[in-house]
């Protein structure tokens, strides 16, 4: 059985994950004082965090197969 992923929920979560983003910035911004220069370091390492076990998993399952 193949799981399709509809273009419809694509949109709306890529949606989602922007208003987030932007309320986010403006928290960090306004409510807790912090730069630009401040926020966007804070939110490239949290990428990274957020990406490294991903990165991880993809290189220690996915050396040996082609997709």
């Known amino acids: 059985m193949q799981s399709k992923t509809d273009f419809v929920s694509i949109v709306v979560a890529v949606c989602v994950a922007a208003y987030a983003a932007i309320m986010l910035a403006y928290l960090a911004q306004y ?37």
């Open 31 to 67: 409510d807790l004082g912090l730069s630009t220069a401040q926020t966007r370091h804070l939110s490239v390492l949290a990428a990274l965090v957020l990406a490294l076990p991903i990165v991880v998993d993809f290189l220690r399952a996915g050396s040996g197969t082609a997709s």
